[in-house]
DNA sequence: TATTGTTATACTCTATAACTATA
DNA sequence: TATAGTTATAGAGTATAACAATA
C-alpha cells in the first residue's frame, strides 16, 4: 500500500489497517454520502428514503409497496408510514389494484415528479462534491463497477421469499 | 443509462430511478459487504466492530479508545463495551498513559494479532466474492478511487471537535 | 475549565406479532 | 393456506447526561 507513513498511518492520518480495508472505507463512503444528502433535502422537507421511494416511482408506471419495500431493502412496516408520507403532500396516490386488490398500486403525482427533479438535482450535486477528486472518467468507471457488483445482489434479492429476508 | 428495458427497469429488476443513483448502490454495496463479513465473522465469535478495532490496532503501536471511537467514526461510549471485550478475551491490553493518566494505552496482543490475521482473511475472501464480477484491474482502480474520495473526510474528521460531531 | 473514560438512562429506529382483507 | 397492508408493541442499538479522575 503506498502513502504509508513511518507509524502505520496513511495521510489523513487512518491507521493503515482501516484504510486498506476497501470494505471499510467504502462502507463510510455511502454513510457519507446518505449524511449529506439528508442534509441537502432538509430543505425539502423529506429524507432520503422519500426520495428513494419517489425515485422508483419516477421510473415506473406503478409500484406496491412490497416490491418498493424489496428494492430498498426496508421491512414492509416501514411503507406504511413512509406512503402515507407522500400521499398527504400529494406526491403519490394510493389506489387498490383491481386485479389484486389486497396490494395498493402506488403512482407519483405531477408534484411528486416535481419535487423528485428537484431532488434529484441536489442528489447530483452531493455526488459532484464527494467525487470530486476524481476525473470523469474515473467517476464513470466507479459508476459502473458499482452497479455490475451489485446486478447478482439485486437479482438474488428478487429471488429471496419475502418473509425469510435478512437486512 | 444502458440495459433498460421497456418498463424502466434495469436487468436485475432494480428501478431506473434507483439504479442510476450511484450512491444508493454505493450505500446498499457497503452494507452487503458488511452483512456477508459480519457472518464470516461469526465463527470467530466477533463482530464487524471487533475486527476493526483489531484493524486499527494491528498497524499502530498504540491507541487510546477516542482516537479508536474517532477513526470508526462510534461514540466513544461504544468503545468501552468494545474494548472491554476484546480485553477479556485476552486480545488487546489496556494500560493507563503516564504521560495523561486520563487516557489508556491500548495495545493488541499476539493472540489479537493472530486473530486479526484469520479475521483480515475472511474480510479479503469476502472481498473477492463480492467484488468477483471485476478484473483485477477494475478493482484495483474501484479500490484506490473509494480512498481518494475518503481522503478530504478523514482529513476533515480529524479537524472536527469531538464533542460536536455529528454521526 | 476542558478532556478521558465510565455508567445509567432516555431515545430512536426497526423488527415482530397479531389482525383484516383478499387471494 | 398464503399474501398485502396495517397497527401496536417489544427489542436492539445508539446517543445523552452526569460523574470521577486527570490535565
Redesign the interface.
Known amino acids: 500500500m503506498a502513502d504509508q507513513t513511518a507509524?502505520?498511518?496513511l495521510?489523513?492520518?487512518?491507521?493503515?489497517?482501516?484504510?486498506s480495508?476497501?470494505?471499510?472505507?467504502?462502507?463510510?463512503?455511502?454513510?457519507?454520502?446518505?449524511?449529506r444528502?439528508e442534509a441537502a433535502l432538509e430543505p425539502l422537507g423529506i429524507r432520503v428514503r422519500h426520495f428513494?421511494v419517489?425515485?422508483?416511482?419516477?421510473?415506473?408506471?406503478s409500484?406496491s409497496q412490497q416490491e418498493m419495500a424489496d428494492?430498498?431493502?426496508l421491512d414492509p412496516t416501514l411503507m406504511v408510514g413512509l406512503v402515507d408520507d407522500l400521499e398527504a403532500r400529494g406526491l403519490c396516490t394510493r389506489a387498490r389494484n383491481p386485479s389484486d386488490r389486497r396490494r395498493y398500486t402506488v403512482r407519483i403525482t405531477e408534484a411528486g415528479l416535481d419535487l423528485?427533479r428537484r431532488a434529484r438535482a441536489h442528489?447530483d450535486d452531493?455526488?459532484e462534491e464527494?467525487?470530486e477528486?476524481?476525473s470523469s472518467d474515473?467517476r464513470r468507471?466507479?459508476?459502473r463497477?458499482?452497479?455490475?457488483?451489485?446486478?447478482?445482489?439485486?437479482?438474488e434479492q428478487?429471488l429471496r421469499p419475502r418473509h425469510k429476508s435478512?437486512r
Chains 1, 2 share one sequence.
Open positions: 507509524d502505520g498511518s495521510r489523513g492520518g487512518l491507521p493503515a489497517g482501516l484504510a480495508l476497501t470494505g471499510f472505507q467504502l462502507s463510510k463512503c455511502g454513510w457519507w454520502l446518505e449524511q444528502l428513494l419517489l425515485a422508483m416511482l419516477s421510473s415506473s408506471d409500484l428494492f430498498l431493502l423528485h442528489a452531493v455526488g464527494v467525487f477528486p476524481l474515473e468507471v466507479l459508476s463497477a458499482i452497479g455490475q457488483v451489485m446486478e447478482p445482489f439485486w437479482a428478487k435478512a
